[in-house]
């Protein structure tokens, strides 16, 4: 005869019901943070090079873009992406595309401004003493300044990933079955919320200290190379 759920103490009602389920939704958050960050990285980088072209309609561009995405709230863009957004271009979208499309999209617009503050912080002479080595903007850019922005970028890129990491549970607006998502049915069929959303909290925690950890090597790394 089952023990009612009521009456488990707390490692078996978390041991048996809580924490396999958690994991499953965790695998879903990793997920859904590297492809997201995977490709806010791409797109933030492609943005910061067309702000660097010093035109000015590519300037306007990723400056209106940083500051749609940056001055408006995550969870408005999720919602718009998933509900206004397939109405407005003809199509249907899933809540999986769907948030990792606007969390990829919100995302950029912070890696843009980590990679512009890092390019900006690459003194003004290394530019011109490209230039006058004969090199153009774009190869000035990439063999001089860019590789020397690397160490500086990585402490801002690991904590965007780590917030985008807590980013990920506004998807559950849109029935992504991502970590929180998990936790709240949980919550609410058992009834247990505090065992529930302790492990949840445990697994958000974890996977931040995984990225800083991760920093934190390739800090040391590039220190033993040279890197600057």
Partial sequence: ???????????????DLVI???L????VTLKITFISGFFG??????????RFL???????FTILYVTLFRGTPLLLQILFIYFALPPLLGLTMDSGPAGILALSLNSAA?????FRAAIESVPKGQMEAARALGLTHLQGMYRIIIP??????????VNELAALTKDTSLVSVVALAELLYITQR???KYLRPWEVYFWAALGYLIIVMILSTLAHRLEVGLEKRGGV
Avoid: H
């Fill in 186 to 188: 949980l919550g609410a």
């Fill in 148 to 157: 020397q922005t690397f160490k500086r970028l990585i402490p801002p890129v």
């Fill in 20 to 22: 396999p389920r958690l």
């Fill in 1 to 15: 005869m089952e023990t009612p759920v009521e009456l488990l103490g707390f490692w078996e009602f978390s041991k």
């Fill in 24 to 27: 499953v939704g965790m695998l």
């Fill in 54 to 60: 010093n035109f000015k309609m590519t300037t306007f």
């Fill in 110 to 114: 912070y890696f843009s401004e980590i």
């Fill in 41 to 50: 990285l791409l797109l933030g980088f492609t943005l910061t090079l067309l």
